[in-house]
């Protein structure tokens, strides 16, 4: 699910705060969620529950 992955990406950060690529990877996973229309984010609650 898509909060698998959140949790992959933020162990990445954990892991190794020096990388670029995973706070990159981490901060595209917020952006897909912060625009998301208002029927998809209703969708989306309907499905995963409170979204971040």
Do not use: C, M
């Amino acid at each position: 699910s898509a909060y698998e992955v959140l949790d992959h990406f933020e162990e990445a950060v954990r892991l190794n705060p020096q990388d670029p690529t995973s706070y990159y990877l981490l901060g595209s996973w917020y952006w897909e969620i912060a625009k998301l229309s208002g029927w998809k984010r209703r969708l989306a609650k309907l499905i995963y529950g409170e979204l971040p």
